[in-house]
């Protein structure tokens, strides 16, 4: 636990930890614009050395947040993408199959060898069980991403994206590592961290996660930002975008945010479009310009339909 | 400090946030990281340990703020009699010993709820439960702040008369004033404790109300139990909807590897491990629509119809005379008045169980395979027409389970115009439901062991 707790302490030591204001001045630096509430979140899950788990719809920035927080801190950042079917093979280690094979055919003829002068089975049982664990050591295991963050002696940032799309089991699987940052493998033993890593889970909710994962961790719900905060970060994504026309794009997509549409945009989408624009080198909203580009910011056919119609007036609004 | 934390807990939990022991000390530690000095960063720290789901912020952000906001709020003080010496003037000497007269007299709010607050803890004001309790504990809180002393001087006040009366009229409006605040005190504190404890034993009692009560189900609980069936069948959806393929690891499968290993000259490189497929079960819903068993049919439609993700398909039919389909309906249509577009169309018609039986076995017997559950929902009770049971029989051959769900208790089954006793011997699994709570577990029990032949 000592070292655990000393090696905590660099992270929480870190300047842009000082305080809330400091970590949002250091995550602005970095490109991200986080609201204060973010911020607290993340302070506290470095100050408790305690997982957070992040929610929101697509696209308002729950990865980014990671990316933005290992670039911030000058950790590596390990990402591990959830899917049905997840197991731990794929995500902590996996004992080399193949080489341990090959290794095996190679040394066949030394094992004879070896075995050769031993005076009866017994004796041959027991010097390959001296050998047995060769193949079963750390040259032949392939280490997975939570048994790489395990092992980053410095700490990283560990990213584990959209962990409702992973099974119950492999949830159950997790609070282990999530809670004392070890891992227990049968063949070796336990491995613990010597930095425990930063964690971050998303989700999109797509399922309930279990009670005994949520308990463990800090959470942070991110709602779509308000139009004062969208503004700041398209200025801060999209350098050299005018004010004006940032005020403009940021009432009109807030005001498609008050449509029943089917995916609302997002501010992955806010970004993108602002983009968009710039490249198409408008520097005001026109029917013509939004009616072409409508489909960053809307990703469903009925969607665009329902828009479409309406894109003057949307205009009109956003220029008032 | 603590214990006004601790407090802050019950709030939650009667707001449903559920605070576990681990999540206290959690939040115990955080308030030493971040102290009590910013009130912002204080309560978006504690937000961050605390709740654990969207919905969970919204909560806590309303008990943060009636909670605090109380904290921070004294009783109004008393203006104090301006320009002269003693406020205490005119009283008996019974009144110097008292300490609540001195500070209503003085009009110290800041003392006067300090005292409020000790007293509400030995008048335990925050354990209140139900409304009705409210003025009990209001009553108990001024007696607990010594409110029998303040009578006692006023009676001894009136007595002297004169100057006593004066300063008795003054001790009787600031008694008065201490008292609403009592009362306004305890309304916080019900709001705070007790106000979603009545919602959820309304919510327990409406999930063992009878479905087929006499005169129906009231409108406003009507909706609370749309409300109600719908968060059962997520609870359920939950449980079940991700286990449709589970990986068996560890457990090798033989006869793959060595497959695989052919191409490897029998090198067993690509190692297979068997894995274990759950499917969904898919379900018919064959439902009764006349009176008596209508509002029962709504909520299982409801349920079904709410448990999308983990049913595979799911076809539902409705009959009193003669059987139709009502899937289109409930595409078209919300579950909740689905029903009544149905009864618009079979309403009405002498309910007779083997013509609807040969309605089905005509068109629709091709929907049941061996995969299907067949859950018929009915009284059983055919007006003395032949039952067709050879084509319940048939049914039963061919799907993997019939249920029947009969909404009248066992006692009553076979009686009068009742063929259940004769349908039972068809149906792996007849029970009675009559309630939600019934309903629920009935459901369950379909998904969980899906039922086997």
């Keep these: 636990m000592t070292s655990s707790a000393e090696a905590a302490f660099d992270a929480a030591q870190s300047p842009h930890f000082a305080s809330i204001d400091a970590l949002v001045s250091g995550l602005a630096e970095v490109g991200y614009i986080a609201s204060r509430r973010i911020a607290t979140s993340l302070y506290m899950a470095v100050r408790l050395q305690k997982p957070i788990l992040v929610e929101g719809t697509a696209g308002v920035g729950k990865t980014e947040l990671a990316l933005c927080t290992a670039a911030l801190l000058g950790l590596p950042l390990i990402r591990m ?115 425990p890593p930063i964690v971050f889970l998303t989700s999109n909710n797509v399922r309930d996660l279990g009670d005994a994962l949520k308990r463990r961790c800090l959470h942070l719900h991110i709602p779509l930002p308000d139009a004062a905060l969208e503004k700041k970060i398209v200025a801060s994504r999209v350098p050299g975008i005018e004010a004006r026309l940032t005020a403009q794009l940021v009432d009109f997509v807030q005001s498609l945010r008050g449509l029943d549409l089917r995916k609302s945009p997002s501010i992955s989408e806010t970004v993108d479009w602002a983009r968009a624009l710039i490249l198409l080198n408008a520097d005001a909203l026109e029917g013509e310009v939004v009616r072409d580009t409508l489909n960053v910011l809307l990703k469903f056919e009925q969607d665009i339909v329902a828009v479409e119609p309406q894109i003057a007036e949307l205009i009109r609004q956003a220029g008032a | ?69 109380r904290r921070s709020e004294a009783p109004s003080p008393q203006a104090p009699p301006e320009g002269q010496g003693d406020p205490m003037e005119g009283l008996p000497p019974e009144a110097q010993e008292s300490d609540l007269a001195r500070m209503l007299m003085a009009g110290d709010g800041a003392a006067l709820a300090q005292a409020m607050e000790a007293a509400a803890e030995r008048a335990e004001v925050s354990r209140i439960r ?63 404790y007790a106000s979603g404890s009545g919602k959820r034993l309304r919510e327990e009692m409406l999930a063992r109300k009878a479905l087929n009560a006499e005169g129906g189900i009231d409108p406003v609980d009507q909706a609370m139990m749309q409300a109600l069936v719908k968060r059962m069948a997520k609870r359920l959806a939950d449980r079940y909807s991700r286990r449709r393929n589970v990986a068996w690891t560890g457990h090798l499968d033989v006869r793959r590897t060595l497959r695989k290993s052919m191409g490897y000259g029998g090198m067993p490189f690509d190692i297979v491990f068997k894995t274990k497929k759950v499917d969904k079960p898919s379900i018919v819903a064959i439902c009764d629509v006349s009176k008596s068993v209508a509002a029962a049919a709504q909520f299982l439609l409801t349920f079904l119809y709410s448990l999308n993700e983990v049913v595979d398909r799911l076809e539902a039919f409705a009959f009193s005379g003669r059987m139709i389909s009502v899937n289109g309906v409930l595409d078209d249509h919300p579950v909740e008045t689905a029903i009544f577009e149905v009864l618009k169309q079979i309403g009405f018609q002498q309910t007779d169980y083997g013509k609807s039986l040969e309605d089905f076995a005509d068109q629709h017997m091709d929907r049941i395979d061996r995969h299907t559950t067949v859950i018929i929902l009915g009284d059983a009770r055919s007006n003395y027409a032949n039952p067709r049971l050879d084509i319940l029989a048939t049914i039963q051959k061919r799907s993997r389970a019939v249920i029947w769900l009969n909404p009248e208790p066992e006692s009553y089954w076979s009686q009068g115009d009742s063929v259940m006793n004769r349908y039972e011997r068809f149906c792996h699994v007849a029970k009675t439901c009559n309630t939600l709570e019934q309903l629920e577990r009935i459901i369950d029990d379909v998904l969980r062991t899906y039922i086997p032949h």
């Excluded at chain 1, 092992?151 to 409702?164: A, P, S, T």
Aim: charged share 30%; glycine share 6%.
């Design chain 1, 81 to 195: 993408q959830c899917y049905e079917g997840l197991d731990e093979s794929k995500a902590l280690y996996e004992w080399k199959y193949g080489k341990q094979l090959l290794y095996t055919q190679i040394l066949k003829d030394r094992m004879g060898v070896a075995l050769a002068d031993a005076p009866d089975m017994d004796a041959a049982m027991d010097r390959l069980h001296g050998m047995g664990d060769l193949f079963f050591s750390e040259p032949f295991l392939e280490p997975r991403p939570l048994m790489k963050a395990l092992q980053e002696r410095e700490g990283c940032v560990l990213l584990i994206d959209e962990i409702d799309k992973s099974d119950e089991a492999f949830e159950a699987f997790l609070l282990e590592v999530l809670s004392a940052y070890q891992v227990s493998i049968p063949e070796l033993g336990v491995l613990k961290a010597e930095t």
């Design chain 2, 1 to 69: 400090m603590q214990a006004a934390l601790e407090d802050f807990f019950r709030a939650l939990r009667a707001a449903d946030v559920r605070v576990s022991p681990a999540e206290a000390i959690d939040a115990h530690r955080t308030v030493d990281v971040v102290g009590f000095a910013d009130r912002e960063l204080f309560r978006d720290a504690l937000c961050a340990t605390l709740a654990k789901t969207a919905d969970e912020v919204t909560r806590f952000e309303s008990v943060f703020d009636t909670f605090f906001d």
């Design chain 2, 130 to 192: 139900l409304s009705t309790q409210r003025a009990r504990l209001s009553r108990r809180l001024l007696e607990e702040m010594g409110l029998s002393e303040i009578e006692r001087i006023l009676a001894a006040a009136r007595r002297l008369g004169g100057p006593g009366e004066a300063g008795a009229e003054r001790l009787e409006a600031a008694r008065k004033a201490l008292a609403a605040q009592a009362a306004a005190y305890v309304e916080r504190q019900h709001e705070l």
